[in-house]
T-cell receptor, first 115, second 110 residues
Framework: GDSVTQMEGPVTLSEEACLTINCTYTATGYPSLFWYVQYPGEGLQLLLKATKADDKGSNKGFEATYRKETTSFHLEKGSVQVSDSAVYFC??????????????FGKGTLLTVNP | NAGVTQTPKFQVLKTGQSMTLQCAQDMNHEYMSWYRQDPGMGLRLIHY???????DQGEVPNGYNVSRSTTEDFPLRLLSAAPSQTSVYFC?????????FGEGSRLTVL
């Protein structure tokens, strides 16, 4: 079955440091890939997505590139802020027809950014 | 915009009790789903619905029932609560490839 593996946390960084959170996947077919973010006390919200190989998703300074050859979708940010402290989830969907709504999630990575 | 609204936010149950977690969305989304979030486990899909009158099982459906009589509402029923159902439950809706989550319902079963 489909699965998502993301790097174990927690990750603690100083403000303005570079961030990489690794994510690899196993899926049948050609999945769509997502990063969701969960701020303390809130539900998850979509951060970025990519629907086909070599696509780059970006939002709020975060980027991730869909790498089919390495089955990866690593999340990167060049300079993190305290407000980026949250749990980040990598996810995939193999549902088609423009309705990528049945997601398989990774276990989540807690990021703490210190001033 | 209310988005996805879940109630209650917190609930404590005794083993064997039943209860319903409510979920309502005002975005006219066809797809709705329930996930549970456990430490170190990520989110796991319990049940989902692709439209009114249609539901299906996800990864961890045992001990839960759902129904979808309207587009707006998708309640999750715990038939006989067990300590293993202690978790945070999230309802989500989707229309074009993005899930919109509620704020979660934290359930403790003693």
């Amino acid at each position: 079955g489909d699965s998502v593996t993301q790097m174990e946390g927690p990750v603690t960084l100083s403000e303005e440091a570079c961030l990489t959170i690794n994510c690899t996947y196993t899926a049948t077919g050609y999945p769509s890939l997502f990063w969701y973010v969960q701020y303390p006390g809130e539900g998850l919200q979509l951060l970025l997505k990519a629907t086909k190989a070599d696509d780059k998703g970006s939002n709020k300074g975060f980027e991730a590139t869909y790498r089919k050859e390495t089955t990866s979708f690593h999340l990167e940010k060049g300079s993190v802020q305290v407000s980026d402290s949250a749990v980040y989830f990598c996810a995939l969907s193999t549902e088609g027809g423009g309705s990528n709504y049945k997601l398989t999630f990774g276990k989540g990575t807690l990021l703490t950014v210190n001033p | 915009n209310a988005g996805v609204t879940q109630t209650p936010k917190f609930q404590v149950l005794k083993t064997g009790q039943s209860m319903t977690l409510q979920c309502a969305q005002d975005m006219n989304h066809e797809y709705m789903s329930w996930y549970r979030q456990d430490p170190g486990m990520g989110l796991r899909l319990i049940h989902y619905s692709v439209g009114a009158g249609i539901t299906d099982q996800g990864e961890v459906p045992n001990g839960y029932n759902v129904s979808r009589s309207t587009t707006e509402d998708f309640p999750l029923r715990l038939l006989s609560a067990a300590p293993s159902q202690t978790s945070v439950y999230f309802c989500a809706s989707s229309r074009w490839g993005e899930l919109f989550f509620g704020e979660g319902s934290r359930l403790t079963v003693l």
